[in-house]
């Protein structure tokens, strides 16, 4: 004898019928989990399709045309007979650009969307909330009153982000509104050292004021092998770090007592914040403070996913966004050179006005 099995309607079922339906549903609940990962992955691997052809544009295109059969043997050293001057223009001025941008645009977008996702926050991105500033800051001051050079620079601005930082994570700690806090407080600290660049700059010299323009704007004019190298190191350092700590960027999102209750508490999810404010630090004393990159990579990621967080396609978006940028830069206009920072500056403050407004709909819905 079977025992009868109440349906939700009262209504007895055979339990037999009930037991063939149970691996059915069982299939779908894992075709519904597969789905939005199949997706992310989908997005990731496009994404790194496009980073690909953004460097070789970067690197083929523009006022010199290279071929893309003659580029292999110019990165293998080779010289070309028929243009003598290729691999010189190659290998010091295009693919330094174009690797610097590349490099710099993953560390910025990876930094935003760890920032994002773990304070909750659309706003909370290192060029918002002062991380950037900060390292721009202590840079800029170390270059005119210490005049600092080398390796010298990027130690300021790490210690510059990383006191931004600390100070953020003081004020905001221990509060049930600990991410809204430290945003508030970030975007104070930026406001604040912004005044204190702008007293140093009109204490210094037109020399000293020029040098400083590139952590005032953005550039990729220090594209050289050190300072990729030095950036290359930090990124392969970094990143690992950076992904393990992306295990637990998606719990942040419900909350320090829910991600806590899930096995994830908001500590062990601040970590993350720690290696972006080391990432988005060295990068911005390659390139200085290229604006919007980290505060846009993050949403748009999230849009492409289906409005899941994803740490590496933020990251290829940022990498997309700079490369591209530098290019349209340098031959967008003909006969002027814009830094990468002017160029997504231009094309962030609309886009983040869309941001502001999109997050607002959400909230009152």
Same mark, same amino acid.
């Given at each position: 004898?079977? =025992? $009868?099995?109440?349906?939700?309607?009262?209504?007895?079922?055979?339990?037999?019928?009930?037991?063939?339906?149970?691996?059915?549903?069982?299939?779908?609940?894992?075709?519904?989990?597969? /789905?939005?990962?199949?997706?992310?992955?989908?997005?990731?691997?496009?994404?790194?399709?496009? +980073?690909?052809?953004?460097?070789?544009?970067?690197? *083929?295109?523009?006022?010199?045309?290279?071929?893309?059969?003659?580029?292999?043997?110019?990165?293998?050293?080779?010289?070309?007979?028929?243009?003598?001057?290729?691999?010189?223009?190659?290998?010091? @001025?295009?693919?330094?650009?174009?690797? *610097?941008?590349?490099?710099?645009?993953?560390?910025?977008?990876? !930094?935003?969307?760890?920032?994002?996702?773990?304070?909750?926050?659309?706003?909370?991105?290192?060029?918002?909330?002062?991380? %950037?500033? &900060? #390292?721009?800051?202590?840079?800029?001051? #170390?270059?005119?009153?210490?005049? #600092?050079?080398?390796?010298?620079?990027?130690?300021?601005?790490?210690?510059?982000?990383?006191?931004?930082?600390?100070?953020?994570?003081?004020?905001? /700690?221990?509060?049930?509104?600990? &991410?809204?806090?430290?945003? *508030?407080?970030?975007?104070?600290?930026?406001?604040?050292?912004?005044?204190?660049?702008?007293?140093?700059?009109?204490?210094?010299?037109?020399? $000293?004021?020029? #040098?400083?323009?590139?952590?005032?704007?953005?550039?990729? =004019? /220090?594209?050289?092998?050190?300072?990729?190298?030095?950036? %290359?190191?930090?990124?392969?350092?970094?990143?690992?770090?950076?992904?393990?700590?992306?295990?637990?960027?998606?719990?942040?999102?419900?909350?320090?007592?829910?991600?806590?209750?899930?096995?994830?508490?908001?500590?062990?999810?601040?970590?993350?914040?720690?290696?972006?404010?080391?990432? =988005? +630090?060295?990068?911005?004393? @390659?390139?200085?403070?290229?604006?919007?990159?980290?505060?846009?990579?993050?949403?748009?990621? /999230?849009?492409?996913?289906?409005?899941?967080? %994803?740490?590496?396609?933020?990251? *290829?978006?940022?990498?997309?966004?700079?490369?591209?940028?530098?290019?349209?830069?340098?031959?967008?206009?003909? $006969?002027?050179?814009?830094?990468? &920072?002017?160029?997504?500056?231009?094309?962030?403050?609309?886009?983040?006005? =869309?941001?502001?407004?999109? !997050?607002?709909?959400?909230?009152?819905?």
């Amino acid at each position: 004898m079977t =025992a $009868d099995v109440l349906t939700p309607t009262g209504a007895c079922a055979d339990p037999r019928a009930v037991a063939a339906e149970e691996p059915a549903d069982l299939a779908r609940v894992v075709r519904a989990r597969r /789905r939005p990962t199949r997706r992310v992955r989908l997005v990731i691997a496009t994404l790194a399709v496009a +980073a690909v052809a953004a460097v070789l544009v970067r690197v *083929l295109l523009g006022d010199y045309v290279v071929a893309l059969t003659d580029l292999l043997p110019i990165l293998r050293g080779e010289a070309l007979p028929d243009a003598p001057g290729a691999s010189f223009i190659v290998m010091e @001025a295009k693919v330094p650009r174009a690797l *610097l941008g590349l490099l710099a645009g993953l560390a910025f977008g990876a !930094a935003g969307a760890m920032f994002q996702t773990t304070l909750r926050n659309p706003l909370a991105s290192p060029d918002i909330i002062g991380i %950037s500033v &900060g #390292a721009s800051a202590a840079a800029v001051i #170390a270059l005119t009153f210490l005049d #600092a050079q080398g390796l010298w620079l990027p130690a300021a601005a790490l210690v510059g982000a990383v006191a931004v930082g600390l100070l953020m994570h003081a004020v905001g /700690r221990g509060t049930t509104l600990a &991410g809204q806090r430290m945003v *508030l407080v970030g975007i104070g600290v930026a406001a604040l050292l912004s005044s204190v660049i702008q007293f140093v700059m009109t204490r210094t010299s037109i020399q $000293d004021a020029q #040098a400083a323009l590139v952590w005032l704007t953005g550039s990729l =004019a /220090r594209a050289t092998w050190p300072v990729i190298g030095m950036l %290359s190191v930090a990124v392969l350092v970094l990143a690992p770090l950076l992904a393990v700590c992306a295990r637990w960027m998606r719990l942040a999102e419900l909350g320090d007592d829910l991600s806590a209750t899930l096995g994830a508490p908001a500590g062990r999810a601040r970590l993350g914040l720690v290696v972006a404010v080391a990432l =988005a +630090a060295v990068a911005t004393s @390659a390139t200085g403070p290229i604006a919007f990159v980290a505060f846009l990579a993050g949403p748009i990621a /999230r849009r492409l996913c289906g409005g899941r967080p %994803s740490l590496w396609a933020a990251a *290829l978006i940022g990498a997309v966004v700079v490369v591209l940028s530098d290019f349209a830069g340098d031959y967008l206009i003909p $006969d002027v050179n814009l830094p990468v &920072g002017v160029v997504t500056g231009a094309l962030g403050a609309p886009l983040m006005l =869309a941001v502001v407004v999109t !997050a607002g709909r959400a909230g009152k819905a």
